[in-house]
């Protein structure tokens, strides 16, 4: 256990829609990164924050946005959905400094249909 | 942009052999580099890691080798089984930027 929880674990909805997934981190741990991995794909890198600041943009969508709030957890929303976003999404925490490496939660698998 | 690359996208191995999965990166100012075990339908696992100022590390059964000279990275796992079955992706951090980049990942496969 990786100790970063993520809910929901799956997700089932229609094209238009919009979505929330949110993410717990380990205790302690200040950042929080949000990434994509579609089938059989490596894993894109959405977003990060750190104690509640954006801290870096990676290949996010506009239709994305994501925010971490003052008890560290995290949330995604997705809007506007495509059958394209259907793909896991992990998000991973990082105590915020020094040679550490980030901790996964076990994802959320989004379906578009 | 900066990447990180595999050589070989799938590898199998006899049960019991050792393995060797290798890793390309491109950013010679990465500081941190780590090894993830990924499972079906599960997160990506730390296996390893190792700094920038380092050139080997050992785990159990896992050894991480770095050459810094050729930007390569390798992940040797010792007396496979069948438990080590997973897609394995290397990734490096750049301390200046934060960020961490993935590899595309070697599905490694176990065979009994």
């Known amino acids: 256990d990786s100790g970063v929880t993520q809910t929901p674990k799956h997700l089932i909805t229609a094209t238009g829609q919009r979505v929330t997934l949110r993410c717990s981190p380990r205790s302690g741990d200040l950042s929080v990164y949000w990434y994509q991995q579609s089938l059989d794909q490596g894993l894109q890198f959405l977003i990060q924050?750190?104690?509640?600041?954006?801290?870096a943009k990676g290949n996010i969508l506009e239709r994305f946005s994501a925010q971490q709030f003052p008890d560290l957890h995290s949330e995604l929303n997705l809007s506007s959905l495509e059958l394209g976003d259907s793909a896991l999404y992990f998000c991973?925490?990082?105590?915020?400094?020094?040679?550490?490496?980030?901790?996964f939660g076990n994802g959320t698998r989004l379906t578009v249909t | 942009g900066e990447s990180v690359g595999l050589h070989l996208p799938t590898l199998s191995v006899q049960e019991g052999d050792n393995s060797i999965i290798n890793c390309a990166y491109s950013n010679s100012a990465s500081d941190y580099f780590i090894w993830y075990k990924q499972e079906s339908g599960k997160g990506p696992q730390f296996i390893i890691d190792i700094r920038s100022n380092m050139d080997k590390r050992q785990g159990q059964r896992v050894t991480v080798l770095l050459n810094k000279t050729v930007k390569h990275l390798s992940l040797q796992i010792a007396a496979t089984q069948p438990g080590d079955s997973a897609v394995y992706f290397c990734?490096?951090?750049?301390?200046?930027?934060?960020?961490?980049?993935f590899g595309t990942g070697t599905r490694l496969t176990i065979i009994p």
């Open positions: 924050y750190y104690n509640g600041e954006e801290r």
């Open positions: 991973a925490s990082h105590r915020g400094q020094g040679s550490s490496p980030l901790h």
């Open positions: 990734a490096e951090i750049n301390f200046g930027n934060e960020k961490l980049t």
